[in-house]
């Protein structure tokens, strides 16, 4: 049996929290709980008056990988909802030959 997980590129994440949003609709968590969670990382100071952020998904303990969905063949709702396109749904195998082209990428196994 092959171990399914999410990648997911931080490099690209903008923030927009819609993964958080849709797992706590698809699942009836209230809002200080989730799956997923959009950590913001910054701001550090780049320039005189530039500031950079970044965000990073992060997978919780209550992900079940959206076991209802994943068995009709759909992805998890935090990828399907994912309006950046930085994370994938699949088997660890076939996800972690990514990781050499994407090297901000964080992949959770998740049996």
Not at 16 to 23: F, L, P
Not at 50 to 75: H, N, V, W
Request: aromatic content about 10%.
């Amino acid at each position: 049996m092959s171990f399914k997980g999410i990648a997911i590129n931080y490099d690209y994440c903008t923030g927009c929290h819609s993964c958080e949003v849709a797992c706590r609709v698809e699942h009836g968590y209230p809002d200080d709980q989730g799956g997923i969670v959009v950590v913001q990382v910054g701001p550090w100071q780049i320039g005189e008056d530039k500031y950079q952020y970044s965000f990073m998904p992060i997978i919780t303990d209550q992900c079940d990988l959206c076991a209802s969905r994943t068995a009709e063949g759909k992805d998890p709702t935090c990828v399907h909802h994912c309006q950046a396109f930085v994370m994938k749904y699949g088997s660890v195998d076939e996800l972690a030959k990514d990781l050499d082209q994407n090297p901000k990428t964080v992949l959770y196994s998740l049996a």
